[in-house]
């Protein structure tokens, strides 16, 4: 195979060298345009989060919070093919990161089969898994939607992608990595995606504080129809999300598409059902934001478990979330504005140990059984996996918080606070002519 990787050319002009031959290779094109899809579908999911939540806020900040996640799929997108793909699935070091060798991609052979896929080629795998890492910070903005200044917020989530996310991702899916070595299963995400930005979501929105007029001041979502659309399209591109992680057009991936819409299903179910008996009236937020839940949750497990152990996942999510969000978070009377944590973050830790009673090899020989078919210890694997995950993403994300507002400063002033963020961060308005 000829190499398309020139020494003397300078690292970061690399990927635009000439690529040919691949005879001999076990690339399949069924499994790569497979990936590709679900690249495309991950992609999607950004754009989607910027709708889901940019109807749930003001309509004085409804640019601002957009912006933040369709920055990211730039800001990010660059990290990963400059230093983050290394850091999360280079060469192993000590189990903990995977180092700078692959720094620019410097020394893969791009369109060789992937060590992770070998019918995908390299820029197939690195490509699909650059998509979770964009859409993890973005899913952390919706914890200090209106009030973050967006220079401080680009400096965190430069900082955090690369110390937190790239980490995780190397612990759990990186070649060496240590928590995957160690045995703790995660297919699409549930503690390297969700568990994390989560943890996060909840440091974020008790570093930076209250909005102004929180629990004083009404601040209901002021375009749930965009929020219905953001979800149906995290949802469509949640497909790619986790059915996309078999990384081959096969039968696991057909189960992991199957369990991701059926948990989806049961959690939405279990949501508006909640809100009918306590709060009276079963509302279209509640159903999204339940859809989301059920998702969050069967992430970790998609290709591990069948279908009635998914309506059992996201059953668990509805109620679990619901409780966290609708309960528990007006008691503790903290803002996390767009409710990342009681979604994410308990969707995510109620997914990865699930996956620890439901997984069963039956559905993925390549995987272990769970609690309920005659392996609990899988359990106490995938409880270390998320009390690690949780620890790490707490401390680092606090210290880059405090760290960025002691150099800059995390909060608008209070005058733009109340003028809202589209016009003092960004010198434009969603809704021209509208107050």
Not at 109 to 115: G, I, T, V
């Amino acid at each position: 195979m000829k190499r398309f990787l020139i020494p003397t050319l300078p690292f970061f002009l690399l990927a635009a060298t000439d690529a040919f031959g691949q005879d001999g290779t076990t690339i399949d094109s069924g499994d790569t345009a497979w990936v590709l899809l679900s690249t495309a579908l991950v992609m999607l999911m950004t754009p989607g989060l910027a709708l889901f939540y940019g109807g749930m806020v003001r309509r004085k900040n409804v640019l601002a919070t957009m912006m933040q996640s369709f920055v990211m799929m730039c800001l990010i997108g660059l990290q990963w093919i400059l230093w983050g793909y290394s850091l999360a699935f280079g060469p192993d070091h000590w189990g903990v990161t995977g180092g700078l060798e692959l720094i620019g991609l410097n020394g893969l052979d791009l369109l060789a089969p992937s060590d992770y896929a070998n019918t995908i080629p390299n820029l197939a795998f690195i490509i699909f898994q650059g998509m979770f890492a964009v859409i993890t910070p973005a899913l952390i903005t919706g914890a200090f939607a209106e009030r973050m200044k967006f220079s401080s917020f680009l400096v965190f989530s430069l900082l955090w992608a690369t110390l937190v996310y790239d980490p995780i991702a190397h612990w759990v899916w990186g070649s060496g990595g240590w928590l995957g070595n160690l045995g703790a299963m995660d297919f699409a995400g549930g503690t390297v995606v969700h568990i994390s930005s989560g943890v996060a979501a909840l440091v974020a929105a008790l570093v930076i504080g209250k909005r102004k007029g929180y629990l004083t001041t009404p601040m209901p979502p002021h375009n749930l129809p965009i929020t219905i659309l953001g979800a149906a399209l995290l949802w469509f591109g949640w497909f790619g999300f986790n059915a996309g992680s078999a990384l081959a057009a096969d039968s696991l991936a057909a189960v992991a598409f199957v369990t991701t819409n059926t948990a989806a299903c049961a959690a939405v179910l279990v949501w508006i059902f909640l809100e009918w008996k306590i709060a009276g009236h079963p509302t279209a937020l509640g159903a999204a934001t339940g859809a989301i839940a059920g998702l969050v949750a069967i992430t970790p497990a998609a290709g591990f478990v069948g279908p009635l152990s998914a309506i059992v996942i996201g059953a668990g999510a509805g109620l679990f979330c619901y409780i966290a969000v609708a309960l528990i978070k007006p008691k503790l009377k903290y803002d996390d504005s767009l409710d990342v944590f009681g979604v994410h973050g308990i969707g995510g830790i109620w997914g990865a140990l699930a996956t620890g009673l439901f997984a069963t090899t039956v559905i993925n020989s390549g995987a272990s059984d769970g609690l309920f078919f005659g392996n609990p210890a899988q359990l106490g694997l995938q409880a270390i996996a998320v009390a690690v995950t949780i620890v790490y993403a707490l401390v680092v994300t606090f210290i880059l918080l405090k760290l960025v507002d002691a150099v800059m400063g995390l909060r608008v002033e209070e005058d733009d606070e109340v003028e809202g963020l589209d016009i003092t961060q960004h010198h434009e308005s969603g809704y021209t002519g509208l107050a």
